[in-house]
Every structure is written in C-alpha cells, then in structure tokens.
C-alpha cells in the first residue's frame, strides 16, 4: 500500500479489526520511510462495474466517487459516518447483485436518492437539485411539495404503538 503523505510503499499494518457493518476490513497502517499513519479499508468487490452515462460514455464505477458526491450533499449536515458508511455499502451491494455489470447513471442517482430521503432531508433535498439539474426555484417548490405529501401521509397513519 502506497503512504499518502511521501508516497513510499514499504508500510506496514499495525491493526486489523472488520468495520462496523461487517461489509469491509479497517486496517491503521504505518510508513516505515515518513512514520506517517493511515486508515485503509478492503472490501470485497463481487465484479467489476461499469457505469454508463447519459451521453453512452462508459467509465469503472468508482466507489470513492459515490461516497464523495454524497458526502457534498451532507456537508454541514449532522449525520453520523456509519451511517452514510452503510448506505454506501447498501448502494454498492445492490449494484453488484445485479445481473449485468453495466450500470446507468441513472440508476445510481435514483439509488442515492432513496438512502438519502432516510437519512437526511435537506442531503435529498441537495442531491436531487443536481441530479435533476433544477434551473428555477419552482423546481425546489415541487420536490418539497412532495415531501411535506409524504410526511402528511405518515403522520396520518396510526400509531402502531398506541394502546
């Protein structure tokens, strides 16, 4: 593994241990050259993706691009990062179950915008302004016209709990 900070490549881990959801191995790792240390994780990758964009251009899927565009839209958002940790991994699973390597953008983005609908309002609310390329305040209006419907519909449901 390469060290970030001098770019050598005789590190060494000092400590292993599975992340929080299992889906991943944390490992803190030292430099031998820098002693500067660092986190990495291994993940198991089922097959290799491909996303397909709007225009047909093909790209590798990139992992850390996803956590990262996510990440943008939580920004100042008190979220905890196990929690957009496993949502990552949900999205990343649920792209790699499916039959065909081949991904379209599309589908990636309606899948970040589910986990985020459950995660952060104002992250979707965010997200989607891109993913849906909004141009005019009308477009904001509507998205959180549909989610004031939703949350009147959940508040009108009856309380499971109540005796």
Known sequence: ????????????VKDSRPS??????RRRRVCADCSGRFTTFERVQLRELTV??????RVPFDRDKLMRSIQISLRKRS???????RMVS?????LENKGDGDIKSQTIGRLVMEGLKGLDDVAYVRF???YKNFREARDFE??????????DIED???DVNED
């Open 52 to 57: 397909v964009k709007r225009s047909g251009r």
């Open 128 to 130: 989607a302004s891109v």
């Open 156 to 158: 009108s449901l009856p």
């Open 1 to 12: 593994m390469r060290c970030p900070y001098c770019g050598s490549t005789n590190t060494q």
């Open 79 to 85: 979220v905890d990062p196990e929690r957009v940790e």
């Open 90 to 94: 949900g999205i990343v699973r649920r």
């Open 20 to 25: 929080e959801d299992h889906t991943a191995i």
């Open 142 to 151: 509507a998205l959180l016209g549909e989610l004031a419907g939703e949350e």
